[in-house]
């Protein structure tokens, strides 16, 4: 069983960036479509982005495209949010996930899931 867990959140001003980074333990994240999702409060989880596990260029939510971007160390075990140019609309508790459904946008199609990293933007 894969445990995963987040870090890097935190407090930042509108138009700063944050790196959100996630350990992967008890397994090796090589063999899963790996994504990093978001909740801000009131509204429903949102698929920020992923990789499948056998792609190389990762995919993203057209909200964050040309700002966020993600990557994957398999060596390491090890995934990544890049978050640049952030808005107060970013604002959300942060999740990644590992699972092997696809096309791998929806929760559902996730098994793992780490316990959330808090980014807050301000303006």
């Known amino acids: 069983q894969v445990q995963l867990v987040e870090s890097g959140g935190g407090l930042v001003q509108a138009g700063g960036s944050l790196r959100l980074s996630c350990a992967a333990s008890?397994?090796?994240?090589?063999?899963?479509?790996v994504g990093w999702f978001r909740q801000a409060p009131g509204k429903e989880r949102e698929f920020v982005g992923g990789f499948t596990w056998s792609g190389t260029s990762p995919y993203l939510a057209d909200s964050v495209k040309g700002r966020f971007t993600i990557s994957r160390d398999n060596a390491r075990n090890m995934v990544y949010l890049q978050m640049s140019s952030l808005k107060p609309e970013d604002t959300a508790v942060y999740y990644c996930a590992a699972g092997r459904i696809l096309p791998a946008t929806r929760d559902f199609e996730y098994d793992y899931w780490g316990q959330g990293t808090q980014v807050t933007v301000s303006s």
């Open positions: 008890g397994g090796t994240i090589s063999g899963y479509n």
